[in-house]
């Protein structure tokens, strides 16, 4: 069974950091397009930070770039998002996700497997 468990998230001040962790079970992402999205309340989701699968170029959100980075543990099938420089405004529920296809796979409509969110509150 395809499984995404997503952990790492928490209260954390302005100007901290936290690591989000994403274990894959049930298929190996070796070959799967992954990604970090976040949703805010009255806020569409929106794609963080993702890694294509059919070349491996690496997307960051501008509101991130430079505070995210994101990277994979394929012994241990889990990705990653280390947030450093944490700012009220990335207050939100952050998912992971992974797909068989890298088409336009910073939009939500590409995966097709999700984690379960994990909320992220920053107090400043």
């Known amino acids: 069974e395809v499984q995404l468990v997503e952990s790492g998230g928490g209260l954390v001040q302005a100007g901290g950091s936290l690591r989000l962790s994403c274990a894959a079970s049930?298929?190996?992402?070796?070959?799967?397009?992954i990604g970090w999205f976040r949703q805010a309340p009255g806020k569409e989701r929106e794609g963080v930070s993702c890694?294509?699968?059919?070349?491996?170029?690496?997307y960051y959100a501008d509101s991130v770039k430079g505070r995210f980075t994101i990277s994979r543990d394929f012994a241990e099938n889990t990705f990653f998002l280390q947030m450093n420089e944490i700012k009220p405004e990335d207050t939100a529920i952050y998912y992971c996700?992974?797909?068989?296809?890298?088409?336009?796979?910073?939009?939500?409509?590409?995966?097709?497997?999700w984690g379960q969110g994990t909320q992220v509150t920053v107090s400043s």
């Open positions: 996700a992974a797909a068989t296809t890298s088409h336009y796979y910073t939009r939500v409509t590409a995966y097709d497997y």
């Open positions: 049930g298929f190996t992402f070796d070959d799967y397009t």
């Open positions: 890694i294509s699968s059919s070349d491996g170029s690496t």
